[in-house]
């Protein structure tokens, strides 16, 4: 078991982990955004996109982050997220330790992928950007990216978040026109390259990305959000709603095909 | 050995194809649980706790995996109120799985409230929390005088036809409230709900949880459930005994039939193997049955007890 010099933690059995990290630096990226890194009192095993984690502060709050990136060996996390709240904006504040459970999120993202994948995303799914992106350089392929804002004073140098050195384009607008940029993108003569159609948001965001990827026959993935509560598969508030899915655990990402009945879709896939 | 042996077992009326069934808080207060509890192989659904109104339950974190195995948590008792139970209920009888409501309350008028509402919406029998160790007013704090627990029993048993079971926790007078809960008219007892317990961040100097207290369930608890279960069989002999507390493998279960329980609760061990949790354990069962040459389970309820 890997552990940094200032703990030695333990591991707690079926891959359910709890550790502290320690707060190396804090960051507000843009005016809504903050990138958190953290020191980890142990390993907490290997992570993949999309993947989450409970970080808290103990007996104050607890709330679900993606994970942005892991390093294993020098167990450095970094967590990046909207500030929206009290909890967000304490985390990004001066505190030194936080809590963290995690991995969670079972369904690894794996050979789902093909070669050539758009990624859709909103504000939420940002976090998820430096480890995909990671994993997309290691496994050759190539990411297309469309970054949905809520509004324009959002938008942020998204270098200050991401390595730029990878196979792709990443673009970004704000949700009024994101019709207008789907169709845009449809219609871009590489748009029928696209083997998978990836999409991390609310519930419009992955119908609109489901439909997409069946117009072009691609693969759709898709990352939906629900309330997180126990992020152990024990208290069902998680539930994709028509589905027999429980997020924290059959998560986070599913096929379209999966999440039918919950997205409306009138086909499948 | 080539011995046909018999798992299924009768238990509140009700012919189980097994003893297994889920513990009340794994999943259990929506119908799209009903699914996910079925593929885990319950013979039994048993619902999360319900109130009369809905509750949100206590902010997080509400829940901690500790580094012995068990589980702490301080959910709060969330649930939808009466309003939910309806869907849940039909979702379980349109699979054909039996369903046992868990009903809470801070009032004896607001347990058989709920426990009337339940029988309407065709719960096949009552499971009373008498025992939830970390929320006010509610659970343990009733369930540990010997008395309100008669009284609640009573008024239920006297308002419903199904039968009741009374969900008791650990408590030093356990033997005397087993048997008030049976006088009052209890047809089995669940024996136990998790223990108050805590988990202390050593950096943040603090208690974990938002509510400072919680349930230890897992593995850690899984002697002591078992000691309450060999005692109150003990002292009650014949009466019916749902056992919960730790049990995690056959090994577990087998221990809890022997010291005196007809079915077993599984909690933590669903949350820990999910799917693979029910198939393990039946297996084993099997195999141990054929290895002691009994030829039904029923065979070896409270075996460990004679005297
Ligand atoms: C997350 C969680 C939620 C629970 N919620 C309830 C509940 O609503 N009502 C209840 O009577 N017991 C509740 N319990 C207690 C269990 O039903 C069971 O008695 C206890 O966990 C011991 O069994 P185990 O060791 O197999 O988990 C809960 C337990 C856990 C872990
Ligand atoms: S948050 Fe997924 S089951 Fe509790």
Redesign the pocket.
Known sequence: MRSSNYITMYDLGEGFLYTTGRVVDAQRIGQRFCRLKLRLGRDLGEVSPFQFVMAGLPGEFEIPLTVSMYNREKLILDLFFKVREYSTEKLCGSIKYISLRGFYGKNRLNLVIGDKVLYITEDLGFSSLPLLISWIKKNSKVLDVIMVFENESEIFEVAKLIDMDFSGRIVQCIRSDLEERLDLVTKSTTSNTWKTILAAGGRELLKKACELAYELGAEGVIAPYTRIK?GIG??GYCIIPRTKYLLCVDGPIFKCSELASYLGLEHGD | MNMEIDLSIEVLGLRLIHPLM?????L?HMPEHVDILKSYGVSAI?T??FTLKPREGHKEPI?VELPNG??L?S?G?P?PGIIGLERIIKSAKSRNIPVIV?V?GSSIKEFSEVAIKAEEAGANAI?L?L??PHTKSY?LELGQDPLIVYEVVREVSGSIKVPVVA?LGLTDRIIEIAGKALEAGARAL?L???IKAMYIDIFAAKPFLSNIYG?L???P??PI?VRVVYDVYREYEGIEIIA?????DWHSVAEFLLAGAKAV???????LKREKAIPEILKGLYVWLGELNIKSLKEVVGLANRK
């Open positions: 126990c024990a208290c | 889920n513990a009340s808080g794994i259990g048993v999360k706790t829940i068990g589980i948590n959910m008792l649930n868990s809470g499971e929390n025992s939830c659970g969900k669940t136990i709900n998790t349930g369930s897992g593995p608890i899984h459930a919960a507390g730790g049990a995690i609760q599984l909690g933590t061990a669903l949350i």
